[in-house]
């Protein structure tokens, strides 16, 4: 990349990164149903109607709104409107690649280079720490919930990769227009199993909550993300995604900044052990590394 790709995508994340408390504050507005159906359905609506179908099979469309749409932010918002703090929200969905390497080596039986194997260690010890010595801030209902949006965001940048969508902008806002009707069927089906009324899920937001939607739908996806998958295509999930570490350090940072969220000595060190791991894992100190293979 160049130097003004760089600083495009490091503006990015940073961005993304204090993306998680703008999501804290609409979701003190709106309820996740209501914020995530407003946000994909205003990143595909109007510019849907001028922009041509993505010049890609629209299986890989589909995957990728479900994926992104409901499958990372649907579970994420969830996990905040549960309690989670939004930086370390932030820390824990960029654990997608350790879980990508672990799935791998448990389904594909993969070999590791010795310094990601290290890294996955380092990664699992800092993950195992905060899930044993977390703080009463937040359940470990919410903590699996991020975990698994992180597996849907791996998902989500691997479609990118397999599809090369010319026209990004095109695919990301076509992908976004699969997403509301799932999530006002889930918002229904919810509803008659617990019992709660429609309209406590999906209720008229205020005007804060129209800017966070907006923000979230024109800044957040379709900027944002069009932007991230165009360099995708064009360097690569390996030249890209080493970027995105600097996310959860920006997370973190707003998180206190704006709600003054601080995390414990003991998750302090989880943290700063997962950092580290997937330092390890994403990217490359040397060009000589020896390959192990783990079991597991």
């Known amino acids: 990349m160049n ?27 709106m ?11 205003f990143t595909a609506i109007p510019l849907v109607f001028f922009l041509k179908k993505p010049d890609v099979s629209i299986g890989y469309v589909v995957i990728y709104g479900f994926a992104l749409g409901i499958g990372v932010w649907g579970l994420v918002f969830l996990a905040v409107y549960q309690g989670m703090p939004s930086g370390m929200s932030s820390l824990i969905l960029q654990t997608s690649p350790f879980l990508t390497i672990l799935i791998a080596l448990a389904v594909f039986k993969e070999v590791l280079a010795t310094q990601q194997a290290v890294g996955v260690f380092v990664a699992f010890i800092g993950l ?29 940048q691997a479609i990118i990769k397999l599809a090369k969508p010319k026209d990004v902008v095109s695919f990301t806002v076509w992908s976004s227009l699969f997403i509301p009707l ?9 509803a008659n199993i617990t019992a709660t009324d429609l309209s406590v899920l999906m209720q008229w937001p205020s005007l804060k909550g129209w800017i966070v939607v907006l923000f979230e739908a024109f800044i957040i996806t379709i900027v944002g993300y069009s932007i991230f998958n165009r360099l995708i295509t064009k360097h690569g999930l390996a030249v890209v995604t080493p970027y995105t570490l600097l996310i959860p350090i920006s997370g973190l940072f707003f998180g206190w900044l704006a709600y003054d969220e601080t995390l414990s000595e003991i998750e302090v060190m989880g943290s700063l052990l997962i950092l580290a791991g997937l330092t390890l894992l994403t990217l490359k100190f040397s060009r000589r590394t020896k390959a192990v293979t783990i079991q597991l």
């Open 128 to 156: 195992l720490i905060i899930c044993l010595f977390k703080s009463d801030g937040f359940s470990i209902t919410s903590l699996l919930l991020v975990l698994l949006a992180s597996v849907f965001m791996t998902l989500s």
């Open 31 to 41: 309820h996740p149903f209501t914020f995530i159906f407003l946000r994909f359905l």
């Open 3 to 29: 130097l003004k790709e760089k600083l495009i995508l490091l503006t990015i994340v940073l961005v993304w990164g204090a993306n998680f408390m703008v999501i804290r504050w609409g979701l003190e507005d």
């Open 182 to 190: 799932p999530v006002l069927a889930l918002a229904l089906l919810y």
